[in-house]
């Protein structure tokens, strides 16, 4: 069974483009058993890298009643889908194929909070503070490579405000796309493990999207975990946009964070949908082949048990306490 940190289904599907790798009708052949389905509001243009060394401004924020509006609608499409809300990990079986709520970047809620149980109450499970653009809560790193994630002040006082109410209710924090200064700020307030849902080591590839070897010290530490993303760009060493990869890139990120701080702490945050990926994994129905790869490195049954769906499965049932 194969649980994942990362997709942008629904952004894709809003926007009316072609699915590109979330294909739900082939996820029974492949054991695709669900994960985050992030609830994203578009900037006009999304960044695309188009060299080996960029450095992409950030887009503009988004004001928070836009952005609401913006994110009842991806919730009608999420709602719309062929999916089992996830609200406990046992939700996640064999067989079928169970969507974690996600939010990725914090705009649609209020500064004060005061929609955040309304939310919650829809099913919210997971909210990402930025979607790297700044906003009220936090500011998030530019696309750039090479870069060190180190760009930008910390969390606002609603900022922090946010994370202990997430910690109250039960929602997971991601610290994907959060700078880092943001990303200390809520190791040191935040109850709940920590987890990055969609980023890979910084030490492998230096973008400023990626984890330094601190941060992943702190994840562990922590008892949480590191979606690896299959984003080439944020793969490979040159950081470059190229179909071209090999999945074992993939492999390559999954050892290195093992290595660092162990097997328990490592999992998939494909970010299908959202990305370039590998073009011999494709999506969903590559699955197969990116776990033989793993197993090919050398992981054995528990350990590809563990990187492919078990993490999640006890990072959930944490955060969700
Ligand atoms: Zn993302």
């Known amino acids: 069974m ?4 990362h997709n942008d289904l629904v952004a894709r599907l809003w926007r009316g483009d072609a699915i590109q790798h979330v294909d739900l009708a082939e996820a029974p052949r492949v054991d695709f058993a669900g ?13 695309i890298p188009t ?68 939310w919650y109450a829809r099913g ?25 994630p180190d760009i930008g002040s910390g969390l606002t006082a609603a900022g922090r405000e946010l ?20 990303f200390w700020d809520v190791a040191r307030i935040s109850s709940g493990p920590l987890v990055a849902t ?3 080591a910084h030490s492998l590839c230096a973008s400023s999207r990626n984890l330094t070897d601190a941060q992943l010290d702190a994840i562990g530490a922590s008892g949480g975990v590191v979606g690896v993303n299959f984003a080439v760009s944020f793969l490979r060493e040159d950081g470059g946009q190229v179909a071209a990869t090999p999945l074992e890139e993939i492999v390559r990120h999954v050892e290195y964070i093992a290595g660092r701080i162990g097997i328990d702490h490592v999992a998939f945050g494909s970010d299908f949908d959202g ?37 999640w499965l006890r990072v959930l049932g944490d955060s969700w306490a």
């Not at 194969?2 to 940190?5: A, L």
């Not at 997430?166 to 991601?174: A, E, K, Q």
Request: glycine residues 8%; aromatic residues 6%; contains cysteine.
């Open 163 to 182: 994370v202990r109410a997430c910690n109250d209710l039960g929602v997971l924090v991601d610290l994907s796309h959060l700078n880092e200064a943001g």
């Open 124 to 148: 919210l499970r997971s909210l990402g503070l930025v979607w790297s653009r700044a906003n009220a809560f936090a500011e998030g790193v530019p696309f750039r490579f090479p870069s060190s």
């Open 198 to 200: 969609h980023s890979n």
């Open 2 to 5: 194969i649980v994942d940190g």
């Open 275 to 311: 990305a370039l990926v590998p073009e011999e994994l494709g999506g969903i129905p590559g699955l197969p082949k990116l776990v033989d790869a793993l197993r090919a490195g050398g992981l054995d049954d528990e350990a590809v048990s563990k990187v492919t769906s078990d993490n």
């Open 51 to 118: 060299s080996e060394h960029y450095a992409l401004p950030l887009p503009e924020p988004i004001p928070s009643e836009e952005a609401a509006r913006v994110a009842d609608e991806l919730y009608e499409v999420f709602q719309s889908l062929p999916v089992r809300l996830a609200t406990s990990p046992d939700d996640f079986q064999p067989g079928r194929v169970a969507a974690i709520l996600h939010l990725e970047g914090a705009e649609p809620l209020a500064t004060d909070l005061s929609n955040l149980d309304a």
């Open 35 to 47: 994960g985050f389905f992030a609830l994203y509001v578009p900037s006009p243009k999304p960044p």
